[in-house]
């Protein structure tokens, strides 16, 4: 594990357990921005990345966490992170995003009149909410079982499957797209909540509204970064290589 600032934010995130938490604390954008360098992500960020290094080293030395998923994911079959991430990811946008429409519109009705960017805040969120549903839907239905049936012939030694798009990249492109999209949007939803700070007497509703966009926003990072930085780029390397052998 070499701690240098000029290595990608997405192969530190991999190799360094723990990575994802500090990237997380320090406002590092190791998703949407994973195929940045460590020192242009910190000068993007506003952080020494000297400091940066110094935690990463502690964290490489902490005992894994189950945070550290996509260290065990990241060499195993295909199969299994496209299971763990419509299981984990896909599951809880599904579950959260009635719940958070649902909030938003009682705290709006509340307090929308003393604070006009909440209603800003629902609208954005429901633009990403939507789009997220068609998003998975896609990668469910289309990309994920062609990348499952893609392994299950190389593994067998048979060929690829061709599939309608063509190659495996243009739907991949499409999908980080749609990610850097939905990354865009939950930006603007913390910047619009003072990164999820609720006003001074806020009430009860109101805390919990901006604590689950918070777990919203985080829980999406690490979706990205799975698809993003491991199954997209192995699933692409994985096409290539089978077309070469063909």
């Known amino acids: 594990m070499s701690l240098d600032s000029g290595r990608t934010v997405r192969e530190l995130a991999i190799e360094i357990p723990n990575a994802t938490r500090t990237f997380e604390k320090l406002g590092i954008d190791y998703c949407c921005g994973g195929s940045k360098s460590l020192h242009d992500a910190c000068v993007q ?29 990241a060499n195993g079959p295909l199969s299994l992170l496209v299971e763990h991430i419509i299981a984990k990811h896909h599951g809880y946008v599904k579950q959260e995003i009635p719940r958070l429409q649902q909030l938003l519109n009682k705290v709006v009705s509340v307090h929308g009149t003393l604070h006009p960017e909440l209603e800003q805040i ?18 469910e239905r289309i990309l994920f079982p062609f990348i499952v049936a ?38 603007e939803i913390s910047a619009l909540s003072s990164n999820y700070e609720p006003p001074a007497g806020a009430c009860f509703s109101y805390r919990t509204l901006f604590a689950a966009l918070k ?32």
Do not use: Y
């Not at 960020?45 to 990463?56: G, K, R, Y």
């Open 122 to 139: 629902r609208i954005v969120f429901r633009g990403m909410a939507a789009e997220l549903t068609s998003h998975m839907m896609k990668e």
């Open 215 to 246: 777990e919203f926003e985080t829980d999406l990072h690490k979706h990205v970064h799975l698809e993003n930085n491991i199954l997209f780029p192995r699933a692409m390397a994985m096409e290539n290589s089978a077309e070469g052998g063909e």
């Open 45 to 73: 960020a506003h952080i020494p990345v000297e400091q940066v290094l110094h935690e990463l080293q502690q964290a490489g030395g902490l005992t894994p966490t189950a945070d550290t998923t996509a260290q065990g994911l």
């Open 150 to 187: 893609m392994e299950t012939a190389v593994n067998n030694g048979q060929p690829k499957p061709r599939p309608a798009f063509g190659t495996v990249h243009n739907p991949i492109r499409m999908m980080v797209m749609e990610h850097d999209s939905a990354g865009a949007s939950i930006k």
